[in-house]
């Protein structure tokens, strides 16, 4: 099934939506930093995005260094920010 990736008056609805997120432009994706009390809230997190991640068949790509996740999120079947990421970054933040 192809995705198809945001207009930019659906990138900007989504944006406005999720406040915490930032457009990548370099990326066309959307990113985040989370920051938890230490390492083992902030890799319960990461495994809680893990399992949700799975199940959509949609896999942010992350990077972790003790108390911070960082996550951006783009489509790159779609060549960029589709509808998937906007759905994975309103879970994620469900998940908080």
Known sequence: ????RLTDGHR???????PEWTLD???????R?????DFNAAFGFMTRVALIAEK????PEWSNV??????LL???D????????VQMAQAIEALL
């Open 1 to 4: 099934m192809m995705v198809a």
């Open 25 to 31: 432009t370099e990326r066309d994706g959307i990113r």
């Open 78 to 85: 779609a060549g960029g920010l589709s509808l998937r990421d």
């Open 56 to 59: 959509a068949d949609h896999h």
């Open 12 to 18: 900007d609805e989504a944006l406005a939506a999720l």
């Open 74 to 76: 783009t489509t790159h």
């Open 33 to 37: 930093s989370f920051v938890f009390a």
């Open 66 to 71: 003790w108390n911070r996740v960082d996550i």
